[in-house]
């Protein structure tokens, strides 16, 4: 089993729908958690770390729950723009970090 | 602020061939980590550095070294260039505060194609 497993995607999702991402960890010692966007050929880049009690911004929503391994991603009212793969990134330790293979969302017109 | 930089942006090599890949980061972040992207697979950590004088390795360290003599530098060196080390690499920066790990600020990527 992987370590960071996510939806495999690709999403395809009409202008407007409302999409969720999941993914799941094993290490049951992690304490930090992210969710990053990664847009074709470029650098990965954060949309949000993801907090225990659960945190939004703007249209984005995140959630933890530890008892689960288990975090979520919850886009609203998708825009075009959101086109991208989002990866879940969870710390082994310390400063060691594990990415999940990412999902891939297509927002069409 | 240039943030992270990396050199060079593609790269073809010749199997056996051993070349450096640059990244600095003017951030004075802490932790420095070059990860490899393959498709399908995610990014993947080859190794990375808690502070200047300090490095250790991640999941896929073979054929790969590092160094870290100053805050701002983390040059990975290939020793002998396979097919097998074609990929994206990135290299990335971060710091700790409170106890948290923060975000890490990633460099643009290097396209290496071993022939």
């Known amino acids: 089993r992987k370590e960071v497993e996510q939806d495999p995607g690709p999403f395809n999702v009409p202008e407007g729908a409302t999409v969720a991402f999941n993914c799941t960890y094993s290490n049951s010692a992690s304490q930090s958690f992210f969710w990053y966007r990664q847009d074709c050929r470029k650098e990965p880049k954060l949309l949000m770390s993801v907090y225990s009690s659960g945190n939004e911004d703007g249209r984005f929503t995140a959630q933890l729950n530890r008892a689960s391994q288990y975090i979520s991603l919850l886009i609203r009212d998708s825009k075009l723009s959101d086109s991208a793969t989002y990866l879940c990134?969870?710390?082994?330790?310390?400063?060691?970090?594990?990415f999940g293979p990412g999902t891939r969302l297509s927002v069409l017109p | 602020n240039a943030g992270v930089t990396q050199t060079p942006k593609f790269q073809v090599l010749k199997t056996g061939q051993s070349m450096t890949l640059q990244c600095a980061q003017d951030m004075n972040h802490e932790y420095m980590s070059w990860y490899r992207q393959d498709p399908g697979m995610g990014l993947r950590l080859i190794h990375y550095?808690?502070?200047?004088?300090?490095?250790d390795q991640g999941e896929v360290p073979n054929g790969y070294n590092v160094s870290r003599s100053t805050t701002e530098d983390f040059p990975l060196r290939l020793l002998s260039a396979a097919p097998s080390q074609t990929s994206v690499y990135f290299c990335?920066?971060?710091?700790?505060?409170?106890?948290?790990?923060?975000?890490?600020?990633f460099g643009p990527g290097t396209r290496l194609t071993v022939l």
């Open positions: 550095s808690v502070g200047a004088g300090i490095t």
């Open positions: 990335a920066s971060s710091f700790e505060s409170g106890g948290s790990y923060n975000e890490q600020f």
């Open positions: 990134v969870v710390n082994r330790a310390s400063q060691n970090f594990v």
